[in-house]
Nanobody, 126 residues
Framework: QVQLVESGGGLVQPGGSLRLSCAAS????????MAWFRQTPGQEREFLGA????????VYAPSMKGRFTISRDNAKNTAYLQMYSLRPEDTAVYYC???????????????????WGQGTQVTVSS
């Protein structure tokens, strides 16, 4: 079992930056791939990006590449989502997720992820 706790959400002005953290416990952190998703009311969950167990490989949704960066610190059991140039349409609940399955390619599908955090609200507004 893996427990994930997101933090770092809040209110930010358009054009601003924010870094979300996802603290993991319950399993060796370097045995799980991590991903970030977001969801707004009435919309499907949206994949943002994922990072491999060792942190050497990342994959992003095309619309996020260049503005969002995923990283991880295995010594701290924490994954991060750094967001730049935030826009009002980035307002959503952001979730981190963990995949315990060994895959040759990082998955973009929510169904592939076994564990989820509770989410953290990000609001981009002036």
């Amino acid at each position: 079992q893996v427990q994930l706790v997101e933090s770092g959400g809040g209110l930010v002005q358009p054009g601003g930056s924010l870094r979300l953290s996802c603290a993991a416990s319950g399993r060796a952190f370097n045995t799980i791939a991590m991903a970030w998703f977001r969801q707004t009311p009435g919309q499907e969950r949206e994949f943002l990006g994922a990072i491999s167990r060792g942190g050497g490989n990342t994959v992003y949704a095309p619309s996020m590449k260049g503005r969002f960066t995923i990283s991880r610190d295995n010594a701290k059991n924490t994954a991060y989502l750094q967001m730049y140039s935030l826009r009002p349409e980035d307002t959503a609940v952001y979730y981190c997720a963990a995949d315990r399955t060994v895959r040759t390619v990082l998955s973009r599908a929510g169904a592939a992820y076994d564990y989820w955090g509770q989410g953290t609200q990000v609001t981009v507004s002036s």
